[in-house]
């Protein structure tokens, strides 16, 4: 049986030096000390000093946590994995995550909601890459479905749009269908499906001038004559058929420029 004999505070704020028997033995938080009333004169067995020690790793692991939590919500694997780090023990690990759930700070379902909606407010993911960042942070496959059905299809026309705007200046320089292209190739790549590709390029600012489409076959035009000038012509206007097809212009646009209505093709390197 042991005695304590004296309490400290800590210069660290809320937590406190328990001596036994006129010798340091331990320290606590503010929470374990209040708990097991830890005042002077009480008298402590070997295994109540045991179940103290074991509650302060409790303590200390929750402490932690929270700490974590302060900065940005995380999933109960990311909260699991700092712990570990950090060196707490795997009883102390679970018991800080049970705790933290019944207090309401761990909760995966409402984690994976806050993800999706700081994307659809001023992120650039589509739905199959929110599935695959979470499933990264170990979010269960089926709380992620049940939040992603939640959202609406017009819901992700906005993180879409932000992730394309910038294609919009393209215009004058690529043909309308080359932006188009680029465009749903991005969305996909970001997790965008083709449906909901299909809303966001239809939204998309592009008004198809004429002025910018003709601008746009000009520098793509010469570009690629000025490439393969050096071939006999037929081989050139195939190659270069090719090439402006592929870059979206319709066949009667190619044949404007090979025709030189566009630019003197004569005069090519003056350009």
Same mark, same amino acid.
């Given at each position: ?13 809320? &937590? ?6 006129? &010798? ?144 919009? &200046? ?76 592929? &870059? ?24």
């Amino acid at each position: 049986m042991s005695i304590v004999t004296k309490v400290t505070a800590q210069r660290r704020k809320g &937590h406190y030096n328990i001596f036994l028997d006129d &010798h340091y033995a331990f320290s606590v938080s503010e929470q374990t000390l209040t708990k097991f009333r830890l005042l002077k004169g009480v008298e402590l067995t070997k295994d109540q000093v045991n179940e103290i020690k074991d509650a302060e790793k409790d303590s200390k692991a929750t402490e932690l946590a929270i700490n974590y939590l302060s900065y940005q919500p995380r999933s109960t694997a990311e909260v699991r994995q700092y712990l570990t780090k950090a060196e707490m023990t795997e009883n102390a690990i679970e018991n800080a995550v049970v705790n933290l759930q019944d207090l309401g700070y761990l909760d995966d379902y409402n984690f994976a909601k806050l993800f999706v909606k700081n994307n659809l407010q001023v992120g650039k993911d589509g739905p199959n890459a929110i599935k695959q960042k979470l499933g990264r942070k170990k979010v269960e496959s089926n709380l992620i479905e049940d939040v992603l059905y939640e959202i609406e299809n017009e819901a992700w026309l906005e993180p879409g749009l932000r992730l394309i705007h910038s294609l919009v &200046h393209q215009q004058g320089k690529l043909s309308t269908k080359e932006i188009e292209r680029k465009a749903q190739q991005k969305l996909l790549s970001h997790g965008f499906n083709k449906e909901l590709s299909d809303l966001i390029v239809a939204k998309l600012d592009l008004k198809n001038d004429e002025q910018d489409q003709l601008i746009a076959l000009k520098k793509q035009g010469i570009k690629v004559y000025k490439r393969y000038r050096n071939d006999d012509s037929f081989t050139r206007n195939q190659k270069v058929r090719r090439y402006l097809y592929q &870059h979206g212009f319709s066949g009667n646009e190619i044949e404007q420029f090979l025709n030189g209505e566009i630019v003197d093709l004569s005069e090519i390197d003056e350009y």
